[in-house]
């Protein structure tokens, strides 16, 4: 499974940004897909995740009503609509696709810099 993002930039505190991630491959083993992030001096941390087959989404505190996941499902592809954004939000931002069977597969990051 290979995965590439897109959508990162440089937004003003309070704008909006959408990330998205096209998986490509064995698309058929995800099990989950969603998206991680790492700010500079920190670990890495889980932002969203969406379960293929039922849908089912999971949020960090953090994001709660200010990001939305969504998908395509005939695109293979993740998107991240994030809005209200902070600059604590700035970071790298990851997508990751958990298989069955348990193998996780990384896109190569998209960088959010939000300025205050």
């Known amino acids: 499974v290979q995965l590439v993002e897109s959508g990162g930039g440089l937004v003003q505190a309070g704008g909006s940004l959408r990330l998205s991630c096209k998986a490509s491959?064995?698309?058929?083993?995800?099990?989950?897909m969603g998206w991680f992030r790492q700010a500079p001096g920190k670990q890495r941390e889980l932002v969203a995740t969406?379960?293929?087959?039922?849908?089912?989404?999971n949020y960090r505190d953090s994001v709660k009503g200010r990001f939305t996941l969504s998908r395509d499902n005939a695109e293979n592809t993740l998107y991240l609509q994030m809005n209200s954004l902070k600059p604590e939000d700035t970071a790298v931002y990851y997508c990751?696709?958990?298989?069955?069977?348990?193998?996780?597969?990384w896109g190569q990051g998209t960088q959010v810099t939000v300025s205050s």
């Open positions: 969406m379960a293929k087959v039922s849908g089912i989404t």
């Open positions: 990751k696709a958990n298989l069955f069977g348990g193998d996780d597969y």
């Open positions: 491959g064995k698309t058929f083993r995800i099990n989950v």
